[in-house]
């Protein structure tokens, strides 16, 4: 049996974080905020074969892009492998991961999405949607890789966190944007973990007014707009990040941070792509990424 599954690559702008509630349940922690899914991400093959006398039931694999750690993908499969008998099951899993892992695109995210969708189909557990996502959402907090990112590449799309939450607890707001590319480049990664740790009394208090503000606009320019001003307040801007925002703004082009990575991005109307591409083709230190918004989010693929 085989299945296959893609989740969104998504960049978080600005956000509140929310780690503590009365019941101590991972569904309900997680994070407000507001960001965006892009056409990349991760496409997760699992196939399942008998395990005979193979000493390990279960194989994970990674195209493209690596991630250093399997313990997202080993949180997921072990919550599924509750579900059913499969004690004589071998389990096949491969991700292909298309966007750098560790540069605030939501990669472990978008790695416990699609294993979720394509385990499910693959070993008939036939979990409602929402159930899904959850096993995914929890496998991401309980393993520090994230807060909200699964909750906003399930839904997809320019989205505003409203309500912090696993899908089906929490709640996005999505804003509709007309056709607009989505231009950004990475420089180097930063760990998430570390810093969810060490800022997060000074994240909160901006992040929780900028959900507010947003809300009232929906607008791509000022998300941007908020997003730099968010990274300068937390102090995530490095020199290389610096100058680059300068040289778009003197080009009058509108720019934002990825949290958690030296990333910086632009969403800009499709007929200026090629100006920023130019602006960018002369930092040959970093990856560029061109894409567009995905607005379907998470889904289980034909195969």
Do not use: W
């Not at 989205?159 to 607009?180: S, Y």
């Not at 102090?235 to 941070?257: A, F, H, Q, W, Y």
Request: glycine share 8%.
């Amino acid at each position: 049996m085989e299945a296959m599954a893609f989740c969104p690559a998504h960049v978080t702008g600005f956000f509140k974080a929310h780690l503590e509630d009365d019941h101590n349940t991972l569904e309900n922690l997680g994070s407000m905020g507001a960001g965006f899914s892009i056409k990349e991400g991760v496409t997760t093959r699992v196939r399942t074969d008998t395990r005979d006398n193979r000493e390990s039931n279960f194989r994970i694999t990674t195209n493209g892009y690596q991630s250093d750690k399997t313990d997202v993908s080993e949180y997921v499969l072990n919550e599924f492998l509750k579900l059913g008998e499969f004690s004589n099951t071998f389990i096949d899993i491969e991700h292909s991961i298309s966007v750098p892992v560790g540069y605030g695109l939501g990669s472990s995210s978008a790695v416990a999405l699609s294993l979720s969708f394509a385990l499910d189909k693959v070993l008939g557990t036939k979990l409602d949607k929402t159930r899904i996502g959850q096993i995914a959402h929890n496998a991401e907090v309980n393993c520090k890789t994230g807060l909200g990112d699964v909750l906003a590449s399930y839904h997809g799309g320019f989205e505003i966190r409203i309500k912090p939450g696993a899908p089906g607890i929490g709640t996005v707001e999505k804003i509709d944007t007309d056709k607009i590319s989505i231009v950004m480049i990475c420089f180097s990664p930063i760990s998430t973990n570390k810093f969810i740790k060490e800022r997060l009394s000074q994240i909160n208090g901006l992040g929780g007014k900028m959900v507010g503000r947003l809300l009232e606009s929906k607008n791509y320019e000022h998300f941007q707009d908020m997003s730099l001003e968010f990274a300068k307040y937390v102090d995530v801007m490095t020199p290389r990040m610096e100058k680059l925002v300068e040289d778009l703004s003197e080009n009058n082009i509108k720019c934002g941070v990825a949290l958690f990575g030296e990333t910086v991005f632009s969403m800009i109307p499709k007929e200026n792509e090629s100006n920023i591409l130019k602006i960018l083709q002369k930092y040959d230190d970093g990856i560029i990424i061109k894409s567009e918004l995905d607005n379907v989010g998470a889904r289980v693929l034909d195969n």
